[in-house]
């Protein structure tokens, strides 16, 4: 494959767009860190409600990104429809990153930034297939 195929054309080819989901995710991950550890230790906001306010963001921006560069053919015509589809795989994925940073770091007592590695990689499985399952073709 060539740059433009990779980087620049539409392209409907799992691989490709796991290939650019995974450079958006990874954007996105290092604002979500970033916000998390932000929010966290300079503003003092307890872990939970940093995590959740920085996943938001960071779903919103790989959202963008997901409807305008990584899947270019979408199941659903009605923006709605697709919007509120989209809200509730996200939703899911943040009471998924609640939970298992909550879990890793109350009960297996893990540094929450470190229970924050296992939630994204989660999120970041979740998030692929659900989009590629259920919004887009």
């Known amino acids: 494959m060539h740059f433009k195929e990779i980087f620049i054309h539409k392209t409907d080819n799992t691989a490709v767009q796991l290939l650019r989901y995974a450079l958006v995710g990874g954007t996105a991950t290092l604002i979500d860190f970033t916000l998390l550890y932000a929010l966290t230790e300079y ?7 940093s995590a959740t306010i920085a996943v938001t963001i960071a ?3 790989n959202y963008l990104l997901c409807i305008s560069w990584v899947f270019d053919k979408r199941k659903l015509k009605n923006k709605i429809a697709e919007s509120l589809i989209f809200l509730i795989i996200a939703m899911t994925g943040v009471i998924l990153n609640g ?3 909550y879990i890793l770091t109350e009960y297996a007592k893990f540094y929450y930034l470190i229970s924050k590695i296992f939630s994204t990689a989660i999120i970041f499985l979740w998030n692929f297939f659900a989009r590629k399952t259920i919004l887009f073709k």
């Open 43 to 49: 503003l003092k906001i307890h872990y939970l409600l």
């Open 99 to 101: 939970a298992t940073i």
């Open 59 to 61: 779903l919103t921006y």
